[in-house]
């Protein structure tokens, strides 16, 4: 926050703290002490952001049960875990504690970790977390929370049918976030709310003209801090009359800091198929890389998702070391509408993990060198 604050000095932003709501076309009003101040602007722009989200009948207490906030301010090292789901956030925490050596145990209502990743990628974590010791149930339906002297005790439901229960010391609910849109006035404006996020057009403008929606509380967005990021330069940029692209879902890159990393952008392969795309392939493993022998990081792979008749990249799915950071080649590649030829012909430095990037897109082509 003071990072902020510094910035907003450093080029003139006025602040204002207090309760925001909007207030009708070009106004917004803020309450603080019982006093009201009403701003008026050309453009308003919603970026209210959004709030863990639990089960019903579950009750967060931040100290046994707990969000993604109140696990980071733990006194010690819990003996054990339960996390019920395997998202990012999900799969992120359970990495970290499961390297503080606490006992991990990871309950996902879906049939696969990372659901919304590449059905390999998914396999691919399970392997290696299952390899670590942690515990996975998935299609698993939780039923219930029950708090105890020890911790609590989750009652589930197995891919079976079977009920089930396990005790841990503490309870990470990890099933996503909630925008925040309660109480800022957009029931009295054009805007589309649906289930709490704000449907917003290609440039971030709602149907509400001059409103614009950022962050976590935008419609079929993901709610990714470098996502929100964009779309307010975006958003900032339509409003100033500059020419801005539309953003582009599949263009965003995810970016998952579990053990092994992973690193996505674009369509999965499924996707592409589903999508009516002549799909190929290509996989490049990390233990024939050069750079991760020398880290002693063999696990995972790199795959890229192909359009075989136009030779566009449609997608790269990364598990593996320093996932998050090579990606980024694979985010321009797809930004600038790329072909495997164009990246099969692109140097990569040696000995790097990134070189793996060529050999994955050369993979495509039956052509890669080190495997």
């Known amino acids: 926050a003071k990072g902020i604050e510094f910035l907003f000095r450093k080029n003139k932003v006025e602040s204002m703290q207090g309760w925001g709501r909007w207030a009708g076309p070009g106004k917004v009003a803020v309450e603080k002490d019982g006093k009201t101040t009403e701003v008026e602007a050309t453009h308003i722009i919603l970026a209210t952001g959004s709030e863990a989200r639990t089960l019903p009948g579950v009750e967060l207490d931040g100290k046994t049960v707990l969000s993604n906030r109140e696990i980071l301010a733990l006194p010690a090292v819990p003996k054990s875990l339960i996390v019920v789901g395997a998202g990012a956030v999900g799969v992120e925490f359970a990495s970290i504690y499961n390297s ?6 990871i309950l996902e209502m879906l049939p696969r970790v990372v659901p919304l990743e590449d059905e390999e990628i998914s ?3 399970d392997k290696a977390f299952r390899k670590k010791s942690i515990k996975i149930f998935t299609e698993a339906k939780v039923e219930s929370v ?17 009920t089930q229960a396990l005790s841990a010391e503490k309870i990470l609910i990890a099933v996503g976030r909630k925008p925040q849109t309660e109480n800022i006035g957009l029931e009295k404006s054009k805007a589309k709310v649906e289930r709490g996020f704000v449907h917003v057009g290609p440039y971030l403008e709602t149907a509400e003209p001059g409103l614009y929606a950022i962050g976590d509380i935008v419609a079929g967005l993901p709610q990714l801090a470098h996502a929100a990021s964009m ?3 975006i958003a900032v940029g339509k409003m100033a009359g500059k020419d801005v692209p539309q953003l582009d879902r599949n263009r965003i890159p995810n970016a998952t800091y579990c053990e092994p990393q992973i690193g996505s952008i674009g369509m999965t392969e499924k996707q592409a198929r589903d999508a009516g795309f002549q799909v190929k392939t290509g996989k490049f493993p990390f233990a024939a890389n050069s750079k991760a022998s020398i880290l002693g990081q063999h696990e995972g792979f790199i795959k890229v998702v192909a359009d075989e008749k136009y030779g566009e990249a449609l997608g790269v799915h990364i598990i593996g070391p320093l996932a998050t950071e090579v990606i980024a080649e694979a985010v321009a590649a797809l930004q600038l509408e790329a072909t495997i030829d164009d990246m099969l012909f692109t140097i990569h430095a040696h000995p790097t993990v990134w070189e793996a990037m060529g050999d994955a897109f050369a993979s495509v082509r039956g052509l890669a060198i080190n495997a």
Do not use: N, S
């Open 123 to 125: 396999a691919e974590l």
């Open 146 to 162: 029950k708090k105890d002297a020890k911790g609590a005790t989750v009652t589930f439901k197995d891919k079976a049918g079977k």
């Open 231 to 233: 779309e307010g330069i």
């Open 100 to 105: 503080f050596g606490t006992e991990v145990t």
